[in-house]
């Protein structure tokens, strides 16, 4: 199916070799669903040096979608209603969810759903196929990789509770901070703190850096 994890990472490997790229070494940052789909690269791609997820599915409970995922007579009229809601849904991501941060954001989406009408159909045939949850053998295979996990500690797509406890028991050498009074967008409403934290990982070949930990997140 063209919205599997296989079908991304395969699209990827193409892009790749379309631009000469196939081969080198990289750093790999990805948010949300690209966090598992990150994991899924970084597994199959030997060449990932250091891997940065922000607040990543592929470990995360399914809730309601598990039944969505079941339950194929409804998907339809299940998309229709999310897709009437995907502004008040985008602005969830932040805390500040009117705040000029926001509102830059939900207009740059709503010109992408404008450009492109299929959108939100992509969006939903992911959601229903792509493994959101259940990849932790593709976590483990990343044990000897270093790798970075941030996390809005608001954050209700992605709920940071019970997903990074998750990720620290199949990675626990990771490397992990979060942001208080922050959500899924928190890069967006921190970027001048999240991009030193990730350049400081990036840069330093030390496993425990500055103002970032590696114990285990309490419940």
Not at 152 to 159: I, L, M, R, Y
Request: hydrophobic share 40%.
């Amino acid at each position: 199916e063209t919205y599997t994890g296989e079908a991304h990472v395969a699209q990827i490997l193409r892009l790749l070799g379309e631009l000469g790229m196939d081969g080198q070494q990289m750093h790999v940052v990805a948010h949300s669903m690209g966090g598992a789909l990150a994991a899924l690269f970084a597994e199959k791609y030997d060449k990932v040096d250091n891997i940065v997820l922000l607040s990543p599915a592929g470990l995360m409970d399914l809730g309601p979608l598990k039944l969505v995922r079941k339950m194929k007579f409804l998907q339809g009229s299940i998309a229709s209603v999310l897709k009437k809601g995907q502004e008040s849904a985008w602005r969830q991501d932040f805390i500040e969810k009117k705040g000029p941060i926001a509102e830059g954001c939900v207009q740059k989406l709503k010109e992408i759903s404008q450009r492109n009408p299929k959108a939100f159909d992509a969006f939903f045939s992911c959601a229903l196929v792509f493994p959101l949850s259940g990849l932790e053998s593709t976590v483990q295979s990343l044990k000897n990789k270093r790798v970075f996990i941030l996390w809005g500690e608001k954050d209700k797509a992605v709920p940071m509770k019970p997903s990074l406890k998750r990720w620290q028991k199949v990675l626990p050498s990771a490397s992990v901070k979060t942001y208080p009074k922050s959500a899924h967008g928190f890069f967006m409403e921190l970027p001048s703190q999240v991009n030193a934290d990730v350049l400081s990982f990036l840069t330093s070949s030390k496993t425990s850096i500055s103002g970032i930990r590696n114990t285990s997140l309490g419940a």
